[in-house]
Structures are given as structure tokens and as C-alpha cells.
């Protein structure tokens, strides 16, 4: 990757990481511990993929940063709330996460649920606190996406799949669902914050979509191929779970030309934004992580 783009990701970064901060500051000794399990996990090592894609898509409209901030925290701490509640024993059992004991393995199972759901709501509060005139409507989308009819429902069909025979269109609706909504939002949310136009909306919703795919398809490679070291987490935890993935339904080399392509479709879809060299290299630096 170049150095302009390195430097403009982690600018991102740095922005977001500062807000959560002070969106996750101690409030009193009698509950700070639940604030401190949700900073345990937000804090934990995440890549920033979802407020980096947001903010992109708002910078590329026009779009103010101070609009747009309060969305990019919000939609970080939905992802973290999802993968503390994933990792539960409830659900996946998961003892690591990102190189670290998973939150439930830290704090409890009561804490981290507890974590979760305060992720959840502090998501809402913050994204309020956006000046947008569509803030509204960006706080519809945000709550679409992450709800039943987008990235819950994509879990709820996950845990009604393990222990049966999936068809692949089942699987794809399984993940533009599961892994695909929220980055979904990120275009949508970008976009609208800034009051671009429908058009802009629906390349940054194609581009979202492919990229959504592509990094679960990736995903599910990377949990055949990679190695603790690199992911943090569990290698082989699909096959254990008895989960469906696209290497178990496809075999690798398949499930590696269709990220491939997946993700030149996603860059495809930027044509009509002047300014996309930085989201074409996000792309394909997900397409080629090891993590």
C-alpha cells in the first residue's frame, strides 16, 4: 500500500478511536465495570474497516467530519456489541478474539452480555448527536441494518443452519446479512450524511455489497488457512461449529477466484465517484490480509 493511503486510513482511525473514547469515558464506580468490559473490547485491536468506509463515502460527497464521527463511533460499537454477544457460549463459545480472551472469559458471561448491550444502546445516543439533516433517516438505516431484517437476521439463520445442508443461495442471503449489512450501512450512512445524491447511494450500497461478500468469503478462507498468530482467534472454529462457509460449500480455490472477483466488481462500482483511488486500495488490501 502507498503512503498517502496508509496515512489517510489511519488519519480515519485516530479520529474514531478519540470519539469512542470519549463516548466510553467511567461514569460512576457503581456500574464502571460494564463501561470497562465495553472498552475492553472496542479497544481490543479492531481494524476500523466500517468507520473507515464511512467516512470515506462522506469525504467523497462532501460530507463534515463532525456530521459524520458520531456515525463511524456508532457503527464500531455495533460490530464489537455483535462479536462480544457471538462469542458467548450461547452462540460460539469463543475463548479469543483479536489475540485476547474473549469478553466473557474476561469479565463473565453477565458482564460481557451486559457489555454488549451497552454497546448497543450508546451506539444510538451517539449517532443522535450527528448536526446532518439526514440524521434521521441515517439513524433508520443504521437500525435496518443491524436489526432482524439485516445483520441479527444473518445471525439467526447462521445458528438455524449449523448441523444442516445449506444451498448456496441461502448462504449468500446468510451473509449479505450477517457480515454484509453493517458495511451496507457504512455506504448508505456515508453517502446520505453528506447529502449525496440517490445515484451516489446505490454505486456506494454496490460497492458495499461485493466488498460485504468478499470479506466473508475471505473470512472463511483465512479460518482454513491462517494461523492463531495472525487471526487472534481460533483456527478451524467454522468446521468445529459444524458452520456453513463458503470453503465448505465451494473448496478453497473456488471460494478464492469468487472473492477475486467480488472484489474487481466492487472497485467497478466506484466509477462514478471522481475520487475513489483510496477505497480501491481498502479493497484490495482486505482482499489480501491475513487477519
Known sequence: ?????????????????????????????LYDIVLEAMNYSVFAGGKRIRPVIMMEFSKICGGKEEDIL??????????????IHDDLPCVD???????????????????ALFAGDGLLSLAFETASKSKSKNTLECIRILARQSGVSGMLGGQTIDKEYENKEIDLKTLIRLHNLKTGALIKACGEIGV?????????????????EKLGLAFQI???????????????????????NN?????????????????????????EALN?????????????KLLNRDN
Open 243 to 267: 458452520k456453513n462457509t463458503f470453503v465448505t460449500l465451494n473448496g478453497l480455490e473456488k471460494s478464492i477466484d469468487e472473492s477475486v472477483k467480488l472484489t474487481n466488481q466492487a472497485i
Open 218 to 240: 475471505q473470512d472463511d478462507i483465512l479460518d482454513v488457512t491462517g494461523d492463531f498468530s495472525k487471526l487472534g482467534k481460533k483456527v478451524g472454529s467454522d468446521m468445529d
Open 93 to 111: 463459545n469463543d475463548d479469543f478474539r483479536r489475540g485476547k480472551e474473549t469478553n466473557h472469559k474476561k469479565y463473565g458471561e453477565t458482564i
Open 1 to 29: 500500500m502507498n503512503t498517502e493511503f496508509i496515512k489517510k486510513e489511519q488519519y480515519y482511525i485516530d479520529l474514531v478511536n478519540n470519539y469512542l473514547k470519549e463516548e466510553l469515558k467511567p461514569q460512576d464506580p
Open 70 to 83: 458520531p456515525f463511524a463511533a456508532a457503527i464500531e460499537m455495533i460490530h464489537t456489541y455483535s462479536l
Open 192 to 208: 446520505l450524511c453528506a447529502g449525496g445524491s440517490m445515484e451516489m447511494q446505490k454505486a456506494a450500497i454496490e460497492f458495499c
Open 272 to 284: 462514478l465517484f471522481n475520487e475513489n483511488e483510496f477505497l480501491i486500495n481498502l479493497a484490495k
